[in-house]
């Protein structure tokens, strides 16, 4: 197996951290794993990230988002809405970047969980106030929490194929 086979294959929903800090360096690489991502016509590319390592800022996002509260660190992902072309279609791009984040999470042997904010009107609210943002063009998506992962949460390969959800020529 590769190692893109063994990291796909690994990752896995984390939700309980080791109390470790993750250093700048590897969130910087997670970043930049997210803005790899395709983005959709003439690349777009309408993220931006505020990264959360404040430890009052992570308790208050934990009473919107509770899965937070075992972080170290937690990435917001923002839509910038002016810059996304397919202004309908921007959920797409925001998808890509946050697995490309969570693959090289993985990569770096940490654990990731994606918390979702979109679409839930009163969830993205609560965060674009947080945060400061407009919520008319600056929509925030998702938060990833990253961190080491707690005794008995490590990322491990769980078989998930299903051969009876493939279909061939129709459904």
Known sequence: MSDFET?????????????????DEDILKILKAGMQAPGSRLN????????????DKLSKLAEIKPRVKTSPVAILLVANIERAFYKLHWQQDMAAAAENMLLEAVNLGLGGLWNGVA???????????????????QVPFCVITLGYPADGW??????????SRIHYEEY
């Not at 490590?154 to 051969?163: G, Q, S, V």
Request: aromatic share 10%.
């Open 44 to 55: 777009s590319e309408p993220w931006e990230f505020v990264v959360i390592k404040n430890k």
């Open 154 to 163: 490590e990322n491990r390969f769980m078989d998930k194929f299903d051969e």
């Open 119 to 137: 679409p839930t009107e009163e969830t993205m609210e609560k965060v674009a106030s947080l945060f400061g943002l407009d919520n008319e063009n």
């Open 7 to 23: 990291i796909i294959n690994t990752r896995r929903s984390i939700r309980k951290y080791k109390n470790k800090e993750v250093s």
